[in-house]
């Protein structure tokens, strides 16, 4: 896909960032198409959360290009950034729900504080997004902390998608979650995502999920892309990164920096 | 020798950078006061937090500091056969030093460690960030309530330390020393000046808006997890305690200096 073209909703160029020395982007190039669902792999502490970090303005890059619907967005302001974070939602790898707040007023958040909605309102909205993933309105006043690791997620992801955004991005949606809850949250995503036309960026290890949720999968190694195509053709890619981590083998191009004792 | 200069300076340009990042911080922050929106409800929490939960602790500190205070100033001033004094040192001292003393440092400790592990704890678990994925500015959000009610609530807690500790004084004045009740209320009203609980109470401003600042400024940038927001806890009490003491001499100078 071309920098023109008129359906790319995100487009990453030559992106670098590092920290202290250690350089963990190193000349990032991708693209993500209006409703298309991409999904980053990679094994830990690669930089797909630092990748997606930069594209939310969390982490300011040293060089390279993020455009969001073809507007540069590297250099945005304070009130610009705050504009284009409307048009995006995200889930957090720990989903990130804020401990001094209901259910509910986690899930309007965005609602209230982000478009000024009146309470009540965002409260109707929320009691609708919580029943989109599953949770029913005596939820809605228990606090964060009282919910399981899947509710969390869950609730996280109604957070995530109560504003209809037109961006969302997942980070490690299923980490930590047993297979059935996993594929609960896999479900959810893909129903959210294809329902409502949303364009989707997730980044995670979990194989599983990656080829249920994915409609491109690209691979991040050493801060690069090493391989990008459609998830049908993921077992086929001739890449010997890729072939690595997808069957999960120790031995391969990849090393892990394991310290000797 | 070139060694240790080397240590020196970086310990230095560590604490210029320090300096500069907290600078920048509250000045990014009180920016955000200037335009809408304006989390009033976050501030009204903030309030009853560091003022209606603190008055326990600050009550109790008030009126022992004042006992102790008429006690130890009669055990002195008898050497003197000045015990008459007894009041208005008990009244001076205070409204002018520990009623704002005594409580910024007891707030310091309560509300600046809690600030700093509740907002510690949110930077590591990317509470934070979240606040940023979904159009809301932290330091607004977060920061700017804690810093107008340690500035608004402050001062009242002091105004209430004041008065608990000059009647703690009282207390010990007219029940353990025998001073009659009259002449020791009049002695109290004697010497006390406006200017005595004024300065007192702008200490209190000041010191309000330090502890806010320093809990919330290490916890902001609280880094690695449980032991991160530990530290930061400590950075914030062991900071807004020194930085009250350094304070208190300076507005003592400016007020009383000439």
Same mark, same amino acid.
């Given at each position: 896909?071309?920098?023109?073209?008129?359906?790319?909703?995100?487009?990453?160029?030559?992106?670098?960032?590092?920290?202290?020395?250690?350089?963990?982007?190193?000349?990032?190039?991708?693209?993500?198409?209006?409703?298309?669902?991409?999904?980053?792999?990679?094994?830990?502490?690669?930089?797909?959360?630092?990748?997606?970090?930069?594209?939310?303005?969390?982490?300011?890059?040293?060089?390279?290009?993020?455009?969001?619907?073809?507007?540069?967005?590297?250099?945005?302001?304070?009130?610009a950034?705050?504009?284009?974070?409307?048009?995006?939602?995200?889930?957090?790898?720990?989903?990130?729900l804020?401990?001094?707040?209901?259910?509910?007023?986690?899930?309007?958040?965005?609602?209230?504080?982000?478009?000024?909605?009146?309470?009540? /309102?965002? #409260?109707?909205?929320? @009691?609708?997004?919580l029943?989109? =993933?599953?949770? !029913? *309105?005596?939820?809605?006043?228990?606090?964060?902390?009282?919910?399981?690791?899947?509710?969390?997620?869950?609730?996280?992801?109604?957070?995530?998608?109560?504003?209809?955004?037109?961006?969302?991005?997942?980070?490690?949606?299923?980490t930590?979650?047993?297979?059935?809850?996993?594929?609960?949250?896999?479900?959810?995503?893909?129903?959210?995502?294809?329902?409502?036309?949303?364009t989707?960026?997730?980044?995670?290890?979990?194989?599983?999920?990656?080829r249920?949720? /994915?409609d #491109?999968?690209?691979? @991040?190694?050493?801060?690069?892309? =090493?391989?990008? !195509? *459609?998830?049908?053709?993921?077992?086929?890619?001739?890449?010997?990164?890729?072939?690595?981590?997808?069957?999960g083998?120790?031995?391969?191009?990849?090393?892990?920096?394991?310290?000797?004792? | 020798?070139?060694?240790?200069?080397?240590?020196?300076?970086?310990?230095?340009?560590?604490?210029?950078?320090?300096?500069?990042?907290?600078?920048?911080?509250?000045?990014?922050?009180?920016?955000?006061?200037?335009?809408?929106?304006?989390?009033?409800?976050?501030?009204?929490?903030?309030?009853?937090?560091?003022g209606?939960?603190?008055?326990?602790?600050v009550?109790?500190t008030?009126?022992?500091?004042?006992?102790?205070?008429?006690?130890?100033?009669?055990?002195?001033?008898?050497?003197?056969?000045?015990e008459?004094?007894?009041?208005?040192?008990?009244?001076?001292?205070?409204?002018?030093?520990?009623?704002?003393?005594?409580?910024?440092?007891?707030?310091?400790?309560?509300?600046?460690?809690?600030?700093?592990?509740?907002?510690?704890?949110?930077?590591?678990?990317?509470?934070?960030?979240?606040?940023?994925?979904?159009?809301?500015?932290?330091?607004?959000?977060?920061?700017?309530?804690?810093?107008?009610?340690?500035?608004?609530?402050?001062?009242?807690?002091?105004?209430?330390?004041?008065?608990?500790?000059?009647?703690?004084?009282?207390?010990v004045?007219?029940?353990?020393?025998?001073?009659?009740?009259?002449?020791?209320?009049?002695?109290?009203?004697?010497y006390?000046?406006?200017?005595?609980?004024?300065?007192?109470?702008?200490?209190?401003?000041?010191?309000?808006?330090?502890?806010?600042?320093?809990?919330?400024?290490?916890?902001?940038?609280?880094?690695?997890?449980?032991?991160?927001?530990?530290q930061?806890?400590?950075?914030a009490?062991?900071?807004?305690?020194?930085?009250?003491?350094?304070?208190?001499?300076?507005?003592?100078?400016?007020?009383?200096?000439?």
């Amino acid at each position: 896909m071309s920098d023109t073209d008129a359906t790319l909703k995100i487009s990453v160029r030559e992106l670098r960032k590092s920290f202290g020395r250690k350089r963990v982007l190193d000349g990032v190039n991708i693209d993500c198409a209006s409703g298309e669902s991409l999904v980053i792999i990679g094994g830990s502490g690669t930089g797909k959360s630092v990748l997606v970090k930069c594209i939310l303005g969390l982490f300011h890059p040293e060089a390279g290009s993020i455009r969001i619907d073809g507007v540069e967005t590297t250099g945005l302001r304070h009130a610009a950034r705050e504009r284009l974070l409307q048009k995006i939602g995200m889930l957090f790898q720990g989903s990130a729900l804020f401990d001094s707040l209901s259910v509910w007023e986690n899930v309007a958040f965005g609602l209230i504080q982000g478009r000024g909605m009146e309470r009540p /309102a965002a #409260r109707e909205i929320a @009691l609708v997004k919580l029943a989109a =993933v599953g949770l !029913g *309105p005596e939820v809605s006043l228990l606090r964060p902390a009282e919910l399981s690791g899947g509710m969390q997620k869950r609730v996280a992801l109604a957070r995530a998608i109560a504003t209809e955004p037109e961006i969302i991005f997942f980070d490690e949606p299923t980490t930590g979650l047993d297979p059935i809850m996993a594929d609960v949250i896999n479900d959810l995503i893909v129903k959210c995502v294809r329902e409502v036309g949303t364009t989707a960026v997730s980044i995670t290890h979990d194989m599983v999920s990656a080829r249920k949720i /994915a409609d #491109r999968i690209a691979m @991040l190694h050493q801060g690069r892309i =090493v391989w990008c !195509g *459609p998830t049908a053709e993921i077992d086929d890619s001739g890449n010997p990164y890729v072939d690595q981590f997808i069957n999960g083998r120790a031995e391969g191009p990849i090393r892990m920096e394991i310290r000797a004792a | 020798m070139l060694r240790f200069l080397a240590a020196v300076g970086a310990v230095l340009l560590g604490f210029l950078a320090g300096t500069g990042r907290l600078v920048i911080f509250a000045g990014l922050t009180l920016s955000t006061a200037l335009t809408p929106p304006f989390y009033l409800r976050a501030i009204l929490r903030e309030i009853i937090n560091i003022g209606y939960f603190s008055l326990p602790v600050v009550g109790l500190t008030a009126i022992f500091t004042g006992m102790v205070l008429a006690l130890q100033s009669h055990t002195g001033f008898s050497r003197f056969a000045a015990e008459g004094a007894v009041a208005t040192v008990v009244v001076l001292s205070v409204t002018r030093e520990l009623g704002p003393v005594i409580t910024g440092l007891m707030v310091a400790g309560r509300v600046g460690a809690a600030m700093a592990a509740e907002i510690g704890t949110m930077r590591v678990t990317d509470q934070i960030d979240a606040l940023t994925t979904l159009s809301t500015d932290p330091l607004r959000y977060l920061v700017l309530p804690r810093l107008a009610a340690g500035l608004i609530t402050l001062p009242m807690l002091v105004l209430v330390a004041d008065i608990i500790g000059v009647f703690g004084g009282y207390l010990v004045g007219v029940y353990r020393l025998g001073f009659n009740p009259e002449a020791y209320l009049n002695r109290t009203h004697q010497y006390l000046e406006t200017i005595d609980v004024v300065s007192g109470l702008v200490k209190a401003a000041v010191f309000g808006f330090i502890i806010a600042l320093m809990g919330c400024y290490h916890g902001y940038y609280s880094r690695g997890g449980a032991q991160g927001v530990g530290q930061a806890t400590t950075y914030a009490v062991v900071s807004a305690s020194v930085l009250i003491l350094v304070f208190n001499y300076v507005i003592t100078a400016v007020f009383f200096g000439r």
